[in-house]
């Protein structure tokens, strides 16, 4: 069965950092990609970065480009956020995905449970 865990978020002061993990299991797959989405209150689903297993690509919103990294370690089968200079704008309950190609070629798409991160002003 295919999972995906969220975690990290918790409160933390504008400017500081916080380092999210996304732990994958029950993954059979060939090639994925596992993306980094968040919400706030009252707005949109916003796409905040993805990494291609693959292709060995990375790409960043245009939000989070420069203060946000997305990385992996496929030992621990796990994908990790790291978020620095935070502000009240980045407030949002965060999500990680993962985008999968089987054997056959049939594509699927996985959620896991959000983590919330809130920054203090």
């Known amino acids: 069965e295919v999972q995906l865990q969220a975690s990290g978020g918790g409160l933390v002061q504008a400017g500081g950092s916080l380092r999210l993990s996304c732990t994958t299991s029950?993954?059979?797959?060939?090639?994925?990609?596992i993306g980094w989405f968040r919400q706030a209150p009252g707005k949109e689903r916003e796409g905040v970065a993805c990494?291609?297993?693959?292709?060995?690509?990375?790409y960043y919103g245009d939000s989070v480009k420069g203060r946000f990294t997305i990385s992996s370690d496929n030992a621990k089968n796990t994908i990790y956020l790291e978020t620095n200079s935070l502000n009240a704008e980045d407030t949002a309950v965060y999500y990680c995905n993962a985008d999968v190609v089987d054997s056959r070629g049939r594509r699927q798409i996985y959620w896991g449970q959000g983590t919330q991160v809130t920054v203090s002003s």
């Open positions: 029950g993954f059979t797959f060939e090639r994925y990609a």
């Open positions: 990494i291609s297993i693959g292709k060995r690509s990375t």
